[in-house]
């Protein structure tokens, strides 16, 4: 799979990509923002890991989120599971040396175009945390509605946070 926009694209990961994503991820202003089990310090077997994992996801659903050169960030869903099985959650990050530059607000409004018309959800989701100012911007940006915030959701680093839930459904 591959989305050009400008200079930036959204494509699918190859063994190549291993050395810029643990050099990118490797940051904690980015995994302060992200699950737990998002590795940091993030390592080169971290990166291996994950991009081994994802190539032989069936069907195919995390990208690299790159520029010419190199990946710089990641792109995604999780899909539910049961009665959600038509419900997924969007995931993302970008190395802090190109925020600020629209490229993921680009990227989430392409990617969620293309999971609409590849997969089967009817509805495309987003928790970020509260505090997390950049993620909820690109989320108004590419057209999700907040839904609510989710008080006293999660705990990071010991500091029980709340999160907001946007979402997106099929048109």
Known sequence: MKI???EWMIRSFSEKDISAIARHANNPNIAANLRN???SPYTV???KSWINRVRTQKPECNFAIS???EAIGCIGLEFQEDIHYR???IGYWLSEDYWGRGIMTQAVILFTEYAFKTYE???IFASPFASNTGSIRVLEKA???MEGRLRKNVT???KVLDQLMFSKLRE
Do not use: L, M, V, W
């Open 4 to 6: 050009n926009f400008g």
């Open 37 to 39: 089990r998002f590795p």
């Open 45 to 47: 077997k971290d990166a």
């Open 67 to 69: 520029s010419q050169r």
């Open 87 to 89: 419900s997924a959650e």
């Open 121 to 123: 959800a009817i509805r």
């Open 143 to 145: 057209g999700y509605q």
């Open 156 to 158: 990071k680093k010991g």
